[in-house]
């Protein structure tokens, strides 16, 4: 069965602290996802790649890094945390294809104090 | 640009009544649009999805929704709902960019018994 799996589940660090959270997919897919879950906002897009060593830039990029090193493996980074990016963050898989289902991790609670 | 609406952030009915859930988009062209569901603790998961054809489009655990070009809506609904189905519910749309959904704010289901 598909599965995307992240990590670290929860995560608390000060300001200005770095982070790094992970997602890997074993669906074989090409795109992969981060996305922001904030109450109020509903999911929106930061980042996302269509294969290993690529990175498009999605809605909401300012202050967030992505590296995709593998077709499995996609990081979103913060270099500088801020209380602002305290929230829920998903990871997501999909075809290459207009109209194919996300595939969607458990998700990463990130709180920056 | 396009956007999606729910207007009702959180509905509330009681076990086995009927249930619809309200989106409304708005884009200039042909949508791909779908709802995804999110179980507490959990990533979202899709339910349906719609492009063309037979605007009443079936999905998992007896929803449905019907698309309306004219009303630029796309509500979901469910005949009778079970405890179970207590959960978020996202109405999300693409415009035909392969990966770029975009989501709704989300609705809030709690059923009660």
């Known amino acids: 069965e598909a599965a995307v799996t992240q990590s670290p589940r929860n995560k608390v660090t000060v300001t200005g602290g770095n982070v790094t959270l992970s997602c890997r997919q074993t669906?074989?897919?090409?795109?992969m996802y981060w996305y922001r879950q904030d109450t109020g906002h509903g999911l929106r897009l930061i980042h996302y790649?269509?294969?290993?060593?690529?990175?498009q830039i999605g809605d909401v990029p300012d202050g967030y890094k992505a590296t995709r090193t593998t077709q499995e493996d996609f990081f979103l980074l913060l270099e500088l945390a801020s209380p602002s990016q305290t929230s829920l963050y998903f990871c997501?898989?999909?075809?290459?294809?207009?109209?194919?289902?996300?595939?969607f991790g458990p998700g990463t609670r990130l709180t920056v104090l | 640009a396009q956007s999606v609406t729910q207007p009702d952030a959180r509905v509330t009915v009681s076990e086995g009544a009927s249930l619809q859930l309200r989106c409304k988009y708005s884009?200039?062209?042909?949508?791909?649009l779908f709802w995804y569901v999110q179980y507490p603790r959990q990533g979202l998961q899709l339910l349906l999805k719609?492009?063309?054809?037979?605007?009443v489009v079936q999905g998992v655990n007896g929803f449905e929704a019907e698309f309306s070009k004219s009303n630029s809506s796309f509500h979901l609904r469910k005949a009778s709902v079970h405890w179970s189905d207590s959960a978020v519910y996202f109405c999300?749309?693409?415009?035909?960019?392969?990966?770029?959904?975009?989501f709704g704010s989300g609705t809030r289901l709690q059923v009660y018994a």
């Open positions: 997501a898989s999909s075809d290459r294809d207009i109209y194919a289902e996300q595939f």
């Open positions: 669906n074989s897919h090409n795109y």
């Open positions: 790649s269509y294969g290993a060593g690529n990175l």
């Open positions: 884009y200039s062209g042909t949508p791909y």
């Open positions: 719609y492009y063309s054809g037979d605007p």
């Open positions: 999300a749309l693409s415009a035909g960019v392969v990966g770029q959904l975009t």
